[in-house]
């Protein structure tokens, strides 16, 4: 059990243009699910949490107008890129705490976003 | 804030001979440690983590980690290592301030390569 899904895995997509990434916990309800970017060779960087019926909060930094996150359900968040530019390209990874406790973390596979 | 550093950004061990990843912490309070490993392309996968008790932690793997509150590390260690081991390793340390949702913090990542 506790797996997590994105959709979709990759995509591509012109400057301008918004993108929309789902997180999905498929076994199990999560009350909350945090979203981060990972550049090429470097750490997780947190963005935002995101709780159920809430608004997210965001990291320090961390453009709220232009990554757009909706937590609309216990099993599903969404990330939307708005008006995309080339340095939004990178690698971007939910997680969602599981029930069983607050350390119980686990992560979805990544979505990796090509802006041209 | 709780912090974790991880002082080598790649580590080259041969085949069967026992592995260590380094990682020590900063923090106020009782520390909460992750291991997590990424592939390529991949989203993270937990190892093991420490909360409270034995020093030594056994996780998935067959990796341990060892809590060492006198020198504030928490380093990750195999007995005999294996070529699908070479992987990203993060060391990461859980944060909460006030009512805030936890989350985890993560170091910058330790490249394990084993050589045949």
């Known amino acids: 059990g506790a797996v997590v899904s994105q959709h979709p895995s990759w995509v591509i997509c012109k400057s301008g243009t918004s993108v929309k990434i789902e997180c999905r916990s498929l076994d199990f309800q999560a009350t909350t699910m945090f979203w981060y970017r990972q550049f090429p060779k470097q750490s997780l960087m947190l963005m935002a949490t995101?709780?159920?019926?809430?608004?997210?909060?965001?990291e320090q930094g961390v453009e709220k107008d232009k990554f757009l996150i909706n937590h609309a359900s216990l099993t599903l968040s969404t990330l939307t890129v708005t008006s995309a530019h080339p340095e939004d390209s990178s690698f971007y990874i939910c997680s969602a705490t599981h029930p069983r406790g607050p350390y119980e973390q686990y992560f979805g596979p990544g979505t990796r976003l090509t802006v041209t | 804030a709780q912090s974790v550093a991880q002082p080598e950004d790649q580590v080259n061990v041969a085949e069967g001979n026992p592995l260590t990843v380094k990682c020590t912490y900063s923090v106020s309070g009782n520390p909460y440690l992750f291991w997590y490993v990424q592939y390529p392309n991949r989203g993270l996968q937990f190892l093991l983590k420490?909360?409270?008790?034995?020093?030594l932690v056994k996780g998935s793997y067959g990796f341990e980690a060892e809590f060492n509150k006198s020198q504030t590390s928490f380093h990750l260690k195999k007995p005999s290592a294996l070529v699908s081991d070479s992987a990203l390793y993060f060391c990461a340390v859980r944060d909460k301030v006030g009512n805030r949702d936890d989350k985890i913090i993560f170091g910058k990542g330790t490249r394990l390569h084993i050589l045949p």
């Open positions: 995101s709780n159920e019926g809430s608004k997210a909060t965001y």
């Open positions: 420490y909360i409270t008790g034995d020093n």
